[in-house]
């Protein structure tokens, strides 16, 4: 099968063959029709985590995957061939990755049904996103009625945590910097923008002169952001290797690590189902693409970038 992988820590991903993958027990194997770009695969294919986690080479990249299940492993009974799925590839070691045409995952985590109502394309950029801003939303206590301040509401991260906010009775500030990016951020319900090149935590008290109830933070330093929240407030982040990374003796700090437990997944396509959150695809690339995919995601994005496989 044809997909995108390392060869060697030293080498660049490449466009290769490898054999078809076979489920064992407890796995399945699905025909991927989309996959998204992280920045963890960015960090993959640039050997940032030698050393960090196993490699079975050839490496194939990519952790987000759609498509539809065309095999089953011994003592799966809640998955059967044709079902249309998505999710993270979750594994204690890199190797098997969703940049191709197949991928076997295990059924216990990083995988949940796919609605009818939302498309491979878009499936293709809920998983680690949408797992992530849940989790997120969930460790700062949105509730009505707070102001929540969104960093990086840009990235794919961003704006489901964004709209999550939005919903649940929040009045969002997110940071942007072009028009562009404002424009995307003010169309997902953000109330108020503040430009991140600049002191955010001063925009933000411009707006809020007492600072906001909740800050879900997702790109940058989190130091800065203290001054913006009030003493007492939420901070709840994908960025920090503890806690302790927030400079506050008050704040009450979540260290945010994307699990894609199945129930976690399962209320992500929820939201995308009934139309409380939506998917910001910005472009679409083909496997002899993810190069320039990789290039894009480095310039900033204002959405997911889609590997479209089939």
Known sequence: MKVVALRAFDSQPE?????????????????????????????VAKGMLQGMMEHRFPVVLGKDFAGVVDEVGEGV?????????????TKDFLGDGSFGEYVVVPTAVGIAKLPEAIGFTEAAGLGLAGTAAVMAFDGAGVREGDTVLVVGATGGVGQQALQLAKNAGATVIAT??????????????????????????????????????????????????????????AFAST???????????TLRVTSVYAHPAPETLERVASHQAEGRTAVTVQETFGLDDVDAAF???AEGTLGKLVISIA
Do not use: C, W
């Open 239 to 249: 960025m920090l290797r503890s806690p302790a990374d927030v400079p506050s003796e």
């Open 176 to 233: 942007a910097h072009t028009d562009a990016e404002n424009e995307v951020v003010t169309s997902l319900g953000a109330a108020h923008t503040v430009d991140h090149t600049q002191d955010v935590a001063a925009q933000v008290r411009g707006i809020v002169p007492d600072g906001v109830d909740a800050v879900l933070h997702f790109a940058g330093s989190p130091e800065p952001l203290v001054a913006a929240a009030k003493p007492d407030a």
């Open 77 to 89: 009974e809640d998955y059967a061939v044709g079902d249309r799925v998505f999710g993270v590839v």
């Open 15 to 43: 466009v290769t063959e490898v054999e078809v993958p076979q489920p064992g027990a407890g796995e399945v194997r699905v025909r991927v029709h989309a996959a998204s770009v992280n920045g963890f695969d960015l960090s």
């Open 295 to 297: 290039a894009r995601f």
